[in-house]
């Protein structure tokens, strides 16, 4: 079992940045998928993008494709979220989650989580 806690959320204007950091412990290994999730009071836990332990490769949800980079830097066992051009509808609540084997996109497939960070984007 992982344990993840996130951090870096905050409140910005629509355009704005932020970089959200997972820190995983005890460490990263084998092959799966870690992601970013999000959620709001009236929406489904939303899969954001992932990236597969073992090769490093991203998947991102069309939402938020050509604004946000996911990135995992093994050394640190850390998930990064770098999220450029943010707007209003980015407001959530986003959670680190990891464990899934298949179907990044299903949350019921991952078997840890943080406690999330709020995002909030005001126009």
């Known amino acids: 079992q992982v344990q993840l806690v996130e951090s870096g959320g905050g409140s910005v204007q629509a355009g704005g940045t932020l970089r959200l950091s997972c820190a995983a412990s005890?460490?990263?290994?084998?092959?799966?998928?870690m992601a970013w999730f999000r959620q709001t009071l009236d929406k489904e836990r939303e899969g954001v993008a992932a990236v597969r332990t073992g090769d490093g490769r991203p998947f991102y949800a069309d939402s938020i494709k050509g604004r946000f980079t996911i990135s995992l830097d093994k050394a640190t066992n850390t998930l990064y979220l770098q999220m450029n051009s943010l707007k209003p509808e980015d407001t959530a609540m986003y959670y680190c989650s990891s464990g899934a084997r298949v179907w990044w996109q299903s949350a019921d497939r991952y078997t840890d989580w943080g406690q999330g960070t709020q995002v909030t984007v005001s126009s």
């Open positions: 005890p460490y990263i290994s084998g092959s799966y998928f």
